[in-house]
């Protein structure tokens, strides 16, 4: 019996194998653990094993490269490849074609991982939502010209708000290219000076949806300088352009509520605040004209013409005051005029001599006795009307 080599052996053994036709193109079963991707080549490593046994594989990069998600250790998987020889260990192991998650389809499981990495990176962080504009001049919608989207968007927008200009960028929402033409039609609104842009598509299939669940338009939407509402309609499922936009809308009409205000309830905005406004205003104004009228009274009271006015009138009053006082005075004076007068007429030699008696003078002298007579003497008698003159004969 001839003698052979080491190598000999796993070649024969890896021929043996690779010719069974029951351990090619076969569907195995089971959990990966020890999974690692080298970073050169690309090439993934991984041990896929049961509750009982353990095998290991390898998925070269050409095939690597195809799949839509991350495989991950504990992932239960049903992998599809063939049973062969690694001949410098003299090892069996797994050559893997495909890896498909078990209870899940592979583009939920990667759906789930894009999530998670672009939650990671905050592409989804509140705190980078942007606020919509409360009163737009330009709102862009990024969707199929074609489809019913764009013409709900243009009919509400018509109707609620249409002091905004609308810019419609046409957009491949489904199938091969959907991703990058989303992104270009975003970078186009944004370059035509939108105030707003809504990014969205009508009703559909997940697989109609999965444009908007790339992580080209999620970079897209995130990095766009103005704020974006996602209006792919759908109500249930959020996309990851939903989770990305700075605010998301279930349906294009809805968004086009969103993203413009009704114009009815502007009127009645204004029309409200031009009556508070009107009544601020009255407020304001009875406030201050009844300030006025206390001010221009005041500057009235103290003003010369009013102080000219008041010394005037004092002046006036003094006036009469003083007339009356006089006329007053002087009728005091005639009441005691006519008092003495009538006193003095009552003494009056007069009124003596009109009641009977006279008056005797000698020379100048007059006379109340008899003794500075004497015999001869001349004299003069006063009557009370007349008088006479007359020689002494003889006294007494």
Request: proline share 4%; charged share 25%; glycine share 8%.
């Amino acid at each position: 019996m001839p003698v052979i080599t080491v190598s000999q052996i796993n070649k024969y053994i890896g021929s043996i194998l690779k010719n069974d036709r029951n351990l090619q193109g076969i569907m195995v079963r089971g959990e990966i653990s020890n999974y690692v991707k080298h970073f050169r080549s690309g090439h993934v490593y991984f041990t896929l094993k049961d509750s009982e046994s353990a095998v290991k594989a390898v998925m070269f990069a050409s095939a690597a490269d195809r799949l839509k998600f991350e495989p991950e250790d504990g992932m239960s998987v049903i992998v599809s490849g063939s049973i062969g020889v690694f001949e410098r260990d003299g090892a069996y192991q797994l050559y893997v074609n495909d890896i498909i998650p078990e209870g899940a389809g592979k583009a939920n499981v990667a759906l789930e991982q894009l999530k998670k990495k672009l939650q990671k990176e905050g592409i989804f962080a509140e705190e980078h939502k942007r606020p919509i504009p409360s009163m737009p001049k330009k709102i862009g919608a990024v969707t199929s010209l074609s489809g019913a989207a764009v013409r709900d968007i243009i009919n509400v927008l018509s109707r609620r708000y249409p002091l905004c200009e609308i810019y419609a960028v046409n957009a491949q929402v489904q199938g091969e290219g959907a991703p990058e033409s989303i992104c270009a039609g975003i970078l186009k609104a944004e370059a035509a000076g939108c105030d707003v842009i809504i990014v969205g598509r009508g009703g559909g299939s997940s697989e109609d949806l999965s444009a908007f669940n790339t992580e080209k338009v999620a970079y897209a939407i995130y990095n766009c300088k103005v704020p974006v509402i996602s209006a792919v309609g759908h109500e249930t499922d959020f996309t990851i352009a939903d989770l990305a936009a700075d605010l998301r809308a279930p349906t294009p009409s809805a968004a086009a509520e969103l993203a413009a205000p009704d114009i009815a309830l502007l009127y009645e905005r204004i029309s409200l605040l031009q009556r508070r406004a009107e009544r601020s205003a009255l407020a304001v104004l009875d406030k201050y004209t009844d300030r006025f009228i206390v001010l221009n009274a005041r500057l009235a009271a103290q003003s010369p013409e009013n102080r000219l006015k008041l010394t005037a009138e004092r002046l006036s009053s003094l006036d009469k005051r003083r007339d009356t006082a006089f006329l007053r005075y002087m009728d005091r004076l005639e009441r005691q005029l006519e008092e003495k007068a009538a006193r003095l007429d009552s003494l009056s030699p007069l009124k003596v001599l009109s009641r009977g008696y006279s008056l005797v003078y000698k020379g100048e002298k007059l006379l109340s006795s008899s003794e500075p007579l004497e015999k001869g003497d001349r004299i003069k008698i006063g009557f009370g009307i007349g008088g006479a003159e007359a020689e002494i004969i003889d006294k007494w």
